[in-house]
Structures are given as C-alpha cells and as structure tokens.
C-alpha cells in the first residue's frame, strides 16, 4: 500500500491540461468547461468538469450595539430559506471592498462603520475556479432603504450576538462558507456570555 503521509515537502504537482472545451457559457453567472488532463503520474481524465464563476463578496455586518445584520434568502436549489450574509456576485473591475459595501447597502439598507477583510474561501477548490471574499463591517448602522433587484426577494435581520451561536448549531445557515466565517467570528472573539 502506498504511503501518502509524505512529509518531505513534495507536494503533488498540477495537471497538464491536453484539451478544452466549453460546454455552457452564461456569463457572468455559469461558465461550464470540460478538460482533458493528464496527471503527474500517467493517468488520463478525458471528461474534467470545472465551473468558471466570478468571485463572490460577502459580509459579516455588525451593528454597534452587537447585532448581526442578516438575511433571508429562498434558494431554489434547496429549496429552503435560511439566514445568509449580504453579498453577491463580485462586478467585473470593481474592487471586492467596493462589491462588497454595494452589495451590503442594496440588499440590507445598512453601511459605514469599519471594514476588513475576513477571510478568502474557495466554495469549491475541485471543481470551481472562484473564490468568495467575506469581510467584517463593524459599527454598520441604517443608512437606507433596500435597493433590490427585480428578481430579489430579501427579509432583512437583526440578530443579537447572544442569538447566533444557537442559531448556527441548529442549522440556520445552510451556505457553508458563511456558516465558516461565522464561526471563525466566535472562533476568535468568543461566544457570547463565555468567559474568555
């Protein structure tokens, strides 16, 4: 049996990709290829399958007095609606900062306050070629009305901190990656109530 415990820094190397092929093109939302790769050691995979989105932003928004500003979002492909973070599809050009203010503004009517990058997350490093940047807005506060569009149907949140670690054990965040960066929050500042 072959020992994969390889401790001596030699990484496994990238595929040689022999041909591709585009299969669907619904720019900028889906964008479905098909490689032929030859792997480092020999073996061949005629029918590679990799989705081509554009990054996503997302963020962590909190309030002064440590509510969380979330969403409720029906998701088609679940068939559910769960708590999500505002955010969206990052534009073309725009800096992820910038997509990321916008898209907290139009979905939740909330902004200001102070801003960082969080974290950077692949959705799926296999077969996807995006990444989705979450960054944490503290001190954010009402600045406006929703700016939907026509196909968007968003409730907007306020959770106190106390509310979201229950919240999220009990599986009010379906997305993964902003279930993660959720987490990560309490990970590093602590569960409410907890003594630190």
Partial sequence: MENRDDQSGNDPQPWTVLDRRYVLNRQPYMTLREDTVLLPGGARIDDYFVFEYPDWVNVIAVTEDQKFVLIRQYRHGIGLTHF?????????????????????????????????????LSPNPATHTNTCHIFLATGVYKMAGQAL????????????????????????????????????????????????
Avoid: C, K
């Fill in 84 to 120: 999500e973070l505002a955010g969206g599809v990052a534009d073309p050009g725009e800096p992820h900062l910038e997509g990321a203010r916008r898209e907290l503004l139009e979905e939740t009517g909330y902004g200001g306050g102070d801003w960082q990058l969080w974290v950077s």
């Fill in 149 to 196: 569009d026509a196909t968007e149907e968003i409730a907007v949140r306020l959770l106190p901190a106390e509310e979201m670690p229950g919240m999220l054990r009990n599986g009010g965040v379906s997305q993964a990656l902003h279930a993660a960066a959720l987490w990560r929050y309490f990970a590093e500042f602590g569960l409410p109530g907890s003594v630190r």
